[in-house]
């Protein structure tokens, strides 16, 4: 019952969910949160409530006792999928499952956990309250459990789109439209550095700057914003040879002269006026590596960004100058790509020969 009240709550407006007017904070600590941050509260909010009302038989106190907020890291710190049918715990969990507010017995992912607690030490702040997470116990507990949980970060695309894969990819480009538009999206994906997808979908025809390709066979692309820019930022990104040819090839093909670079192309093969969205980005590498012959999930678009570097590597291309078109920050997370070069691939072994 104290579920479906937090729910029902919850329901006339996520200030309130989170300690809002009704609740006596500050009204302006929750106004200047954005609207989908305090939609984030609410699930918290709900999911919190639930917990405590199965796992105590009672609601949320504020502040909060140390022992409860050491029993929800200790809760959700271990896998419950072999824990004893009456282990506490578990009843709790499969309570929570019931009501929909948990996935499944499985430890929850480490940043699930950390969000929740994030959000609840962030009502304690609203209400200018002691956070019981700040307690010396609390904090071991949850060090320990992180520790735990840590595990190496899967990558992004299970493989690299090195040159080789990026050609065989190509060669399933022919003459049509579609074809015509999807080579430009994979060349200047790849070439310009290992764009991501957001960035492909987002370009303009504004973005590209065309006066010295045909003196010089080079296309500007100005990126208006990305992960590793800061904003206000435009980066220039240089195009050339193939890369640049299929670019301008499709913006010729297409007829277009402003609006959204890449487009959908209708069954008839005639581009359309909408942008084409990340997802569909997705779905075209997806598609052209499974005609090329590689198997389903082989390759994520993201392994057009780590077959780049990966290329460069392969290539003996100094990491800066990888990493002036691929636009890393980091050097360590640039050095990644190059560490997993085999090393008999490596240039360097090559010296006498």
């Known amino acids: 019952m104290r579920h479906e009240a937090a729910v029902h709550a919850s329901s006339r407006d996520p200030a309130d969910a989170v300690g809002g007017r009704s609740r006596g904070v500050d009204g302006s600590l929750c106004a200047g949160h954005a609207r989908n941050t305090l939609r984030a509260y609410e699930r918290d909010l709900i999911y919190i409530t639930a917990w405590k009302a199965a796992r105590f038989g009672a609601a949320l106190e504020w502040p ?48 699930t956990l950390d969000r929740r607690i994030a959000s609840w030490r962030a009502f304690h702040r609203m209400r200018n309250l002691p956070n019981p997470f700040e307690a010396p116990l609390v904090r071991q507990a949850r060090a320990k459990a992180r520790r735990a949980a840590a595990r190496a970060p899967a990558p992004k695309s299970k493989n690299p789109i090195t040159r080789e894969v990026l050609m065989r990819m190509l060669d399933t480009c022919r003459g049509s439209v579609r074809d015509c538009r999807d080579r430009a999206i994979l060349l200047l994906g790849w070439a310009s550095g290992g764009r991501r997808r957001s960035e492909i979908a987002g370009l303009m025809r504004e973005d590209v700057d065309l006066r010295e390709f045909e003196p010089k066979g080079v296309a500007w692309i100005s990126l208006v914003e990305t992960k590793t820019t800061q904003k206000g930022e435009t980066p220039r990104l240089v195009l050339k040879g193939r890369a640049a040819r299929a670019l301008v090839h499709w913006i010729e093909v297409a007829g277009i002269e402003e609006g959204p670079l890449f487009r ?90």
């Open 64 to 111: 909060e006792r140390e022992d409860v907020a050491l029993a929800f890291i200790l809760d959700h710190a271990r896998d419950l999928r072999d824990a004893p049918e009456d282990d506490r715990p578990r009843l709790v969990a499969e309570e929570l499952i019931a009501r929909g507010l948990r996935r499944g017995l499985e430890c929850p992912a480490p940043s």
């Open 264 to 353: 959908p192309v209708s069954r008839a093969d005639r581009p359309l006026k909408r942008r084409l969205t990340p997802e569909a980005i997705h779905q075209i590498v997806r598609r052209r590596l499974e005609l090329a012959g590689y198997p389903r999930g082989f390759a994520s678009p993201h392994g057009l960004r780590s077959g780049f570097l990966t290329q460069a590597a392969l290539d003996g291309a100094p990491i800066q100058a990888a990493m002036r078109l691929s636009l890393h920050r980091s050097m360590a997370q640039a050095q990644r790509y190059y560490d997993d070069v085999e090393l008999t691939d490596n240039p360097a072994t090559d010296l006498l020969d």
